[in-house]
């Protein structure tokens, strides 16, 4: 049974995990950088340098938990983008000196083929779906026809949904990181249906051809509410009602979009239709219950990953890499890293 060290730090997540080839999942370590609360976002140096310092530390952690040493590893896989480059060069140089000394396969790893993927690692979804990658950087619908081919319907034309998150959290006066801040603070609202009547606000693209996403509008909107309050410290009623606003008209534009690039997804006629979500966003219970609801219209199923899942993880890393491993698909000790790798460009790709 082939066994996979996976090795993340794209972003301010240092993380480091082991699967096996039957899916067993032997370790999940991930250290979240608390360096940055105070800027109100991710600094990239502090986080490259952050990585710098804790990477032997997880990857140990990791062998640890699953009682394994490096001669027990397969393989081992790492992000090599997209992501801040100098935390992607962090990991890459890691897996890169392990595989080197254990004389062992390295895989280089889309970051958002990790999310893609990770569905896989908790359910038996077939090939080809739906899915829907919503993160603090990424907003994209993607037809999943196999390991390294991806077809885009659509994606953001402005901000991605998470970072919209962290905007709206900030002007509420909520911390980082956003989304969690968010959804806490709108389960406070008494009436979340009156508090989208008193917050309509705009839902860009939507009813629009195509299936592409706009939420800079939305993040306009949220600044102009919270200055339309009298000056000083946003009342938690108020930050209830504009979170709750917020929340479900995200929530609307994400079912208009997605119901869009579903009828696309259904030409093909796929054997088992389903609807994948994924990224740090879908640990939003409200989108999740939202998106659920729109795929039982259409008689899809629905997947998505754990909570735990969604967000930045090793874990999606070593199972793309087991992914890619049991298909052959290993590159050479020189690969490079990438701040940008759309995953369409993975087409073609076979090592």
């Known amino acids: 049974m082939r066994t996979v060290l996976g090795i993340e730090t794209s972003c301010d997540e240092t993380a480091a995990a082991i699967v096996t080839e039957d899916k067993h999942l032997l370790a999940n370590v991930v250290l979240s950088q608390q360096e940055h609360k105070e800027f109100g976002g991710v600094v990239p140096e502090i986080a490259a340098r952050a990585h710098l310092v804790h990477i032997d530390t997880l990857v140990k952690q990791a062998l640890d938990a699953a009682n394994l040493a490096f001669k027990d590893l397969d393989a081992v896989a790492a992000t090599a983008g997209p992501g801040l480059i100098g935390g992607v060069m962090v990991g890459a140089m890691t897996a890169k ?53 991806y077809t885009c319907l ?96 995200v929530g609307l534009i994400m079912t208009d979009r997605t119901a869009r690039a579903i009828k696309e997804y259904l030409k093909l006629e796929p054997a088992a239709p389903a609807l994948v979500v994924a990224g740090g966003v879908a640990a939003n219970k409200t989108l999740r219950a939202a998106l659920e609801a729109l795929a039982k219209q259409y008689n899809m199923r629905f997947a998505a990953p ?17 992914e890619r491993l049991t298909r052959g698909m290993t590159d050479a000790l020189d690969f ?15 090592t």
């Not at 754990?306 to 087991?322: H, R, V, Y």
């Not at 490079?336 to 076979?350: A, D, I």
């Open 306 to 322: 754990p909570l735990k899942l969604c967000t930045d993880n090793a874990a999606m890393i070593a199972w793309a890499g087991m």
């Open 97 to 149: 000196a392990i595989a080197a000394v254990r004389d062992i396969p390295v895989i280089a790893v889309n970051h958002l083929e990790g999310h893609a993927l990770t569905v896989r690692l908790v359910e038996d979804v077939a090939f080809p779906y739906l899915l829907l990658l919503v993160s603090g950087g990424h907003c994209q619908l993607l037809i999943v026809e196999e390991v390294g081919q």
């Open 154 to 249: 659509g994606t953001t034309r402005d901000d991605a949904a998470g970072e919209c998150f962290d905007k709206a959290a900030k002007l509420l006066g909520l911390g980082y990181p956003g989304g969690p801040a968010v959804e806490k603070m709108a389960a406070e609202c008494q009436d979340p249906a009156k508090a989208l009547e008193k917050y309509p606000f705009p839902q860009p693209m939507a009813g629009k051809a195509g299936c592409d996403f706009s939420f800079s509008g939305l993040k306009t909107a949220v600044r102009r509410a919270v200055d339309d309050l009298p000056q000083g410290t946003v009342a938690r009623s108020d930050a209830a009602d504009i979170s709750a606003a917020f929340q479900q008209t």
């Open 336 to 350: 490079s890293v990438r701040p940008r790798w759309p995953l369409e460009e993975l087409k073609g790709r076979t």
